[in-house]
């Protein structure tokens, strides 16, 4: 009898995602700070995984002259049929030399070289399998043992807000009580407003949302910066066996979020936010990069900037044997 | 409009609600499932509320003389009056003298998805003496879409959303004649599957009975074979083995469909049911045993609506963009210097 009223498309977001299930997602994330900070550890903590088995830390005489590097770690993992391929850039050298003038340079060069990439794949004539190597999100690692943000922190942000989405944490909390976890809270989040600084914000809430998640949204909001722990061993605490850190006073326990806010950390990167992270970067910082460099290629200024100049597009890659093929298609037609 | 209330009906159609992503409210004792869980899955909902608060966008496109049931086909498919239909032509309208492209857009929801649907009709196609090139028109429209969306895309401050007119479907009516397709239809068709997902469809089928139905369809489908037409879903375009095993089977057995459309109620059984009242039985529109409309709807619809618009935009889109490109030597398009836009001038 409803029948008559029922069309069928409402199955169009299943029909959507069930094409994206196959394909697979992919996710880019930075993570830059001060060595010594836990990143690596974080990183291993938030995807289960442990991505620097084969490292080798140098000690301070080695690091005197390193500059900072990029280096990528990919790893592919598979939950209930979703596949997602993950990517790590590490910033290593960062912030480490005695002398950090412009340290962030090599960081901002590689973002920007990506946007570059995918500006050249997208304006060229085959589309179909672009690559998106664009850094989606980055975690920016703060001392707890400073007062705040310090020069170097002050300037990498604002060196690289603009460019991709900056999610500052403070590192190692465990070595803070709750009040000083709360000061330096609101003392980084003081600096984060007088420097201007632009890390990114969670988006508003729907209206129609229940009130539980609309509670755990403005808790989410609250707690930022997240002071974060991260371990990958495994101890006994309570009886269970919970990740976390085997101190003589006591185990402090990673997912428990009366200890730290790894827990908000990771449904923010990976449960609720991963799409709209990744959003923001194609929507905000990308197009940006993009109107720039249209803008700067094109010497006249125009005054209303929705009106199409020239463009004189970026060289094309020489063609592979897959678009000469399309291209001999397209001429035989 | 659609009464999106109507869960009964659609749970069993409809795949089960969406879950919350899976977040722990307050601190709580470790739960032992979080060791191993980090929860990429949740990603499918995210992009299933997103996709849902921005709607969809899809525009339908119907072709074949007039006569054939057209609108009343469209209205019946999305359950409402989204195609004005022409009761024939009266002393005062005139069949018009070329092909005529008239596009009408719709906002119709259902279970908390709004749709913006467009329907783009084409009167006078077929309809005059000299029909010569009456597809010209229509493909001049499909490309003006694809033209568009060029535009937009390399605009350098673009759209989030670039608003999409493209046509993602072309829904072709072929005329229940029994013996074969008509030059028309072979021209057409030709043509066009190489701009446009075509799906041909066989109109008013209940002028034939069930043999004559499956031999119709049988000498339609090797017709269009032998003159190499490729329509949607085109073999070539199939991802997997999964989508292949599917679309062989609708290829080779269920296309062309063959449909009646009616927007009348009748009681049959108890049940009110969308049909035709002949002096010898009710014809059942939705009803598998009389007419394929219901495999029709379930095909452009509920399973391959995503699929047609993305063929639409990777493909025949992406061909589109391909020889303008390549005809500008590499070079995306330039306005032209038009009364509108003249102080942008190049």
Same mark, same amino acid.
């Given at each position: 009898?409803?029948?008559?009223?029922?069309?069928?498309f409402?199955?169009?977001p299943?029909?959507?995602?069930?094409?994206?299930?196959?394909?697979?997602?992919?996710?880019?994330?930075?993570?830059?700070?001060?060595?010594?900070?836990?990143?690596?550890?974080?990183?291993?903590?938030?995807? =289960?995984?442990?991505?620097?088995? $084969?490292?080798?830390?140098?000690?301070?005489?080695?690091?005197?002259?390193?500059?900072?590097?990029?280096?990528?770690?990919?790893?592919?993992?598979?939950?209930?049929?979703? #596949?997602?391929? =993950?990517? %790590?850039? $590490?910033?290593?050298?960062?912030?480490?030399?005695?002398?950090?003038?412009?340290?962030?340079?090599?960081?901002?060069?590689?973002? +920007?070289?990506?946007?570059?990439?995918?500006?050249r794949?997208?304006?060229?004539?085959?589309? #179909?399998?672009?690559?998106?190597?664009?850094?989606h999100?980055? =975690?920016?690692?703060?001392?707890?043992?400073?007062?705040?943000?310090?020069?170097? +922190?002050?300037?990498?942000?604002?060196?690289?807000h603009?460019?991709?989405?900056i999610?500052?944490?403070?590192?190692?909390?465990?070595?803070?009580?709750?009040?000083?976890?709360?000061?330096?809270?609101?003392?980084?989040?003081?600096?984060? $407003?007088?420097?201007?600084?632009?890390?990114?914000?969670?988006?508003?809430?729907?209206?129609?949302?229940?009130?539980?998640?609309?509670?755990?949204?403005?808790?989410? #909001?609250?707690?930022?910066?997240?002071?974060? %722990?991260?371990?990958?061993?495994?101890?006994?605490?309570?009886? /269970?066996?919970?990740?976390?850190?085997?101190?003589?006073?006591?185990?402090?326990?990673?997912?428990?979020?009366?200890h730290?806010?790894?827990?908000?950390?990771?449904?923010?990167? %990976?449960?609720?936010?991963?799409?709209?992270?990744?959003?923001?970067?194609?929507?905000?910082?990308?197009?940006?990069?993009?109107? /720039?460099? %249209? /803008?700067?290629?094109?010497?006249?200024?125009?005054?209303?900037?929705?009106?199409?100049?020239?463009?004189p597009?970026?060289?094309?890659?020489?063609?592979?044997?897959?678009?000469?093929? =399309?291209?001999k298609?397209?001429?035989?037609? | 409009?659609?009464?999106?209330?109507?869960?009964?009906?659609?749970?069993?159609?409809?795949?089960?609600?969406?879950?919350?992503?899976?977040?722990?409210?307050?601190p709580?004792?470790?739960?032992?499932?979080?060791?191993?869980?980090? !929860?990429?899955?949740?990603?499918?909902?995210?992009?299933?509320?997103?996709?849902? &608060?921005?709607? *969809?966008?899809?525009?339908?496109?119907?072709?074949?003389?007039?006569?054939?049931?057209?609108?009343?086909?469209?209205?019946?498919? *999305?359950?409402?009056?989204?195609?004005?239909?022409?009761s !024939?032509?009266?002393?005062?309208?005139?069949?018009?003298?070329?092909?005529?492209?008239?596009?009408?857009?719709?906002?119709?929801?259902?279970?908390?998805?709004?749709?913006?649907?467009?329907?783009?009709?084409?009167?006078?196609?077929g309809?005059?003496?000299?029909?010569?090139n009456?597809?010209?028109?229509?493909?001049?429209?499909?490309?003006?879409?694809?033209?568009?969306?060029?535009?937009?895309?390399?605009?350098i401050?673009?759209? &989030?959303?670039?608003?999409?007119?493209?046509?993602?479907?072309?829904?072709?009516?072929?005329?229940?004649?029994?013996?074969?397709?008509?030059?028309?239809?072979?021209?057409?068709?030709?043509?066009?599957?190489?701009?446009?997902?075509?799906?041909?469809?066989?109109?008013?089928?209940?002028?034939?009975?069930?043999?004559?139905?499956?031999?119709?369809?049988?000498?339609?489908?090797?017709?269009?074979e032998?003159?190499?037409?490729?329509?949607?879903?085109?073999?070539?375009?199939?991802?997997?083995?999964?989508?292949?095993?599917?679309?062989?089977?609708?290829?080779?057995?269920?296309?062309?469909?063959?449909?009646?459309?009616?927007?009348?109620?009748?009681?049959?059984?108890?049940?009110?049911?969308?049909?035709?009242?002949?002096?010898?039985?009710?014809?059942?529109?939705?009803?598998?045993?009389?007419?394929?409309?219901?495999?029709?709807?379930? *095909?452009?619809?509920?399973?391959?609506?995503?699929?047609?618009?993305?063929?639409?935009?990777?493909?025949?889109?992406?061909?589109?963009?391909?020889?303008?490109?390549?005809?500008? !030597?590499?070079l995306?398009?330039?306005?032209?210097?038009?009364?509108?836009?003249?102080?942008?001038?190049?």
């Amino acid at each position: 009898d409803h029948e008559k009223q029922y069309v069928g498309f409402a199955t169009l977001p299943n029909q959507v995602h069930r094409k994206s299930v196959k394909k697979g997602f992919d996710f880019t994330l930075m993570v830059a700070g001060e060595s010594g900070l836990g990143k690596s550890t974080l990183v291993n903590s938030l995807f =289960l995984t442990d991505l620097y088995k $084969d490292r080798k830390l140098l000690n301070a005489e080695e690091r005197i002259n390193q500059t900072v590097e990029i280096v990528k770690h990919t790893v592919d993992i598979e939950e209930k049929g979703v #596949k997602l391929k =993950l990517t %790590i850039v $590490d910033t290593p050298g960062f912030g480490d030399a005695v002398n950090n003038t412009e340290c962030w340079k090599p960081i901002t060069d590689y973002i +920007d070289q990506q946007f570059e990439q995918y500006f050249r794949d997208e304006s060229g004539l085959n589309r #179909k399998n672009i690559q998106d190597n664009r850094v989606h999100c980055c =975690l920016y690692f703060i001392s707890p043992f400073g007062h705040g943000l310090r020069p170097v +922190d002050v300037e990498f942000m604002k060196a690289l807000h603009e460019k991709v989405n900056i999610v500052p944490l403070i590192a190692k909390a465990d070595c803070l009580i709750p009040s000083e976890i709360r000061k330096l809270k609101e003392r980084i989040r003081e600096e984060i $407003d007088k420097f201007g600084i632009k890390v990114y914000q969670f988006p508003e809430c729907d209206s129609d949302e229940d009130e539980e998640f609309k509670q755990q949204d403005r808790e989410l #909001k609250e707690s930022a910066p997240f002071a974060v %722990i991260g371990s990958n061993t495994v101890v006994e605490a309570k009886g /269970q066996r919970v990740r976390g850190r085997l101190y003589p006073w006591g185990i402090v326990e990673v997912e428990n979020q009366a200890h730290c806010d790894f827990v908000k950390l990771r449904n923010m990167l %990976i449960r609720t936010h991963m799409h709209d992270l990744k959003d923001v970067t194609c929507d905000v910082h990308y197009e940006n990069y993009r109107a /720039q460099c %249209i /803008q700067q290629m094109t010497s006249k200024l125009t005054q209303d900037n929705r009106i199409e100049s020239p463009i004189p597009i970026l060289p094309l890659p020489t063609p592979d044997t897959e678009t000469e093929k =399309l291209i001999k298609m397209k001429d035989e037609e | 409009p659609v009464d999106s209330k109507n869960e009964a009906a659609m749970s069993e159609l409809v795949p089960e609600p969406r879950q919350k992503p899976v977040v722990p409210m307050k601190p709580m004792g470790i739960n032992a499932n979080l060791l191993g869980y980090i !929860g990429i899955d949740t990603i499918i909902e995210q992009m299933r509320k997103k996709t849902m &608060k921005t709607g *969809f966008d899809f525009n339908i496109m119907v072709v074949g003389q007039s006569g054939l049931g057209k609108s009343t086909l469209v209205n019946t498919l *999305f359950k409402s009056q989204v195609s004005r239909k022409s009761s !024939g032509w009266n002393r005062e309208e005139k069949i018009p003298k070329t092909v005529e492209i008239k596009a009408i857009g719709h906002v119709i929801e259902e279970g908390g998805v709004k749709m913006k649907l467009t329907v783009i009709d084409t009167p006078g196609f077929g309809d005059q003496i000299n029909n010569e090139n009456c597809w010209e028109p229509i493909e001049k429209y499909i490309n003006e879409q694809y033209e568009k969306f060029l535009k937009e895309e390399v605009n350098i401050a673009r759209k &989030k959303r670039i608003p999409d007119t493209r046509v993602h479907c072309c829904l072709y009516f072929i005329s229940p004649t029994g013996h074969s397709l008509r030059p028309l239809d072979l021209e057409f068709m030709k043509h066009l599957s190489k701009v446009v997902n075509i799906i041909p469809v066989i109109a008013k089928a209940d002028t034939m009975t069930l043999e004559e139905k499956t031999e119709f369809k049988q000498r339609v489908r090797k017709e269009l074979e032998v003159n190499g037409i490729e329509f949607y879903p085109q073999k070539e375009f199939d991802e997997d083995l999964e989508d292949k095993t599917e679309n062989d089977k609708i290829r080779q057995e269920s296309m062309p469909f063959a449909v009646v459309g009616s927007d009348k109620e009748y009681q049959v059984n108890g049940k009110r049911v969308l049909g035709r009242k002949t002096p010898w039985g009710i014809i059942e529109v939705e009803n598998l045993t009389h007419c394929e409309f219901a495999l029709l709807r379930d *095909f452009v619809i509920r399973t391959h609506l995503q699929d047609l618009k993305e063929v639409t935009h990777n493909i025949h889109y992406e061909t589109y963009r391909a020889k303008r490109l390549n005809d500008n !030597g590499g070079l995306p398009p330039m306005t032209v210097e038009t009364e509108e836009n003249h102080e942008s001038n190049l």
